[in-house]
């Protein structure tokens, strides 16, 4: 296998763990925090912001590595047409996703501590949840684009 195909296996393999373990934990939290189970919440709190940390991270680190180095290997200016169109979309993912991981670690710690008491989550779990929610939005969306423009390669 030449250098090329073995740094986009890289490419895919770490886009898949990127957009399906962002997907994946967005579908669980969404769904966690509709139940209001506090200990079911704690839980997933938890492994959502182990997630992030074990997959998302390093997928997120991997992603304009292989990315650049293909498009230098095979001769593409990053300010091409859909090239250029996927660092933007990227950029904009990665934007929305810095806070949506701050407001994860708090919400684990808000579970956690209410859990610890025996209370009710804090009013501002539910606004950090609301804010989460609508930065997953546009972030989803954006990889979305990102995965057409990478497939596609549209003249732009």
């Known amino acids: 296998m030449n250098t090329y195909l073995l740094i986009k296996t890289l490419h895919i393999l770490s886009s898949v763990l990127l957009v399906g373990t962002g997907f994946g934990s967005a579908f669980y939290m969404f769904f966690v925090n509709r ?8 839980v997933v709190a938890r492994l959502v912001v182990l997630a992030d940390w074990i997959f998302t991270t ?9 990315g650049i180095a293909m498009a230098h290997m095979a001769g593409w200016p990053l300010t091409s047409g859909w090239l250029g169109w996927s660092i933007v979309l990227y950029v904009v993912a990665g934007i929305c996703w810095l806070p ?19 209370g009710q989550l804090p009013a ?11 930065l997953g939005y546009p ?16 003249l732009l």
């Open 35 to 42: 139940s209001k189970n506090l200990e079911a919440q704690v």
């Open 58 to 66: 390093p997928a997120v680190i991997v992603q304009p590595i292989s």
């Open 100 to 118: 949506v991981v701050w407001l994860q670690i708090r919400m684990r710690k808000m579970a956690e501590l209410a859990y610890a008491n025996g």
């Open 124 to 134: 501002i779990y539910w606004t950090y949840a609301k804010y989460w929610e609508r």
């Open 139 to 154: 972030a989803f969306i954006a990889m979305l684009g990102v995965y057409f423009l990478m497939v596609n390669k549209p």
